[in-house]
């Protein structure tokens, strides 16, 4: 077992000679997500190698932002660092000590990318911030300048509506009388939300699946792209993507009981038709589909109480 008092934290800054935007890009903040990791090292090969100009403004690099997981060659150390990310007084756990590094990190920078891989297989996809509000839960203003950086990333789908739907899931379990963590809306901000709070954009892609050879040349575009349209670099302004499709989440299932099953094996984005079965619970009553739509995100071993999918829509936002 790997002993968390021997790791560190790494980032790595270059800084040109001009102003601009400060942009951090961040790998491996779930362990077993090495896309990121592997391309940012390579892009940082190029810069101290010279074949890649930093002309402006700033960007960082963490290639590795979850040491310990990483290390277990598993996606979370004592818990998962995308949830409940904010600093604290009193670490506990190894997440926590993470946090009291990180989010001041991230708060020196205007822009995050934060690269990912997932579970089955699949197409990449970008995940958005909200539509500019005003509202309580995550009110943000900058929502032309994100979605302009995700669209020249190289990515064509695009999903929104984490916060809103985790915030309504958060709701449904505290109606419920669930006291876990889970029941805490602060436990739906992750590095993206954090970012926004402090008044930056961020975005988190995922790059395909998670031993996709493809994945980290997904991710090592990207860079490039973002250090392009933010004018770090010096290299051609990336066009933004045509042929997009935007889907919105709207409702997440928790898995209730260790006997809830899924119907068939579901990948993220499958179809769905209104009235199609999704899984059974384990008393043997069906969860359908209440509209046409897609299901985001399946995790059929979702520990009883904890998501176990989400359901989106069509959007038109991009
Ligand atoms: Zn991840």
Known sequence: MIESGSLHFESLSFTGLAPGARLVVLGAVHGNETCGTQAIRRVIGEIESARLGIDAGTVTFVPVTNPLAYARHQRMGDRNLNRNLMPTRTPVEFEDRIANWLCPLLAQHDALLDLHSFHTAGAPFVMLGPENNGGTLEPFARATEETALAQCLGVHRFVDGWLDTYAAGVARRLAAGVSAREADVHYGVGTTEFMRAQ????????????????????????????????????????????????????????????????????????????????????????????????????????????????????????
């Open 199 to 318: 008044g930056g954009i961020a975005l988190t892609l995922e790059c395909g699946q998670h031993d996709d050879p493809a994945a980290p040349d997904v991710a090592y575009r990207a860079i490039h792209n973002a250090l392009a349209h933010l004018r770090l670099s010096s290299a051609p302004v990336p066009a933004a993507v045509s042929d997009t499709e935007a889907l919105r989440l709207y409702q997440v299932t928790d898995r209730d009981h260790a006997g809830d099953r899924f119907f068939r094996d579901w990948a993220s984005f499958d179809r769905l038709r209104a009235g199609e079965v999704i899984g059974v619970r384990h008393d043997g009553v069906p969860v359908l589909a209440d509209r046409d739509g897609y299901i985001v995100f399946p995790n059929p071993n979702a520990l009883p109480g904890q998501e176990w999918f989400y359901l989106a829509r069509r959007s038109a936002r991009v």
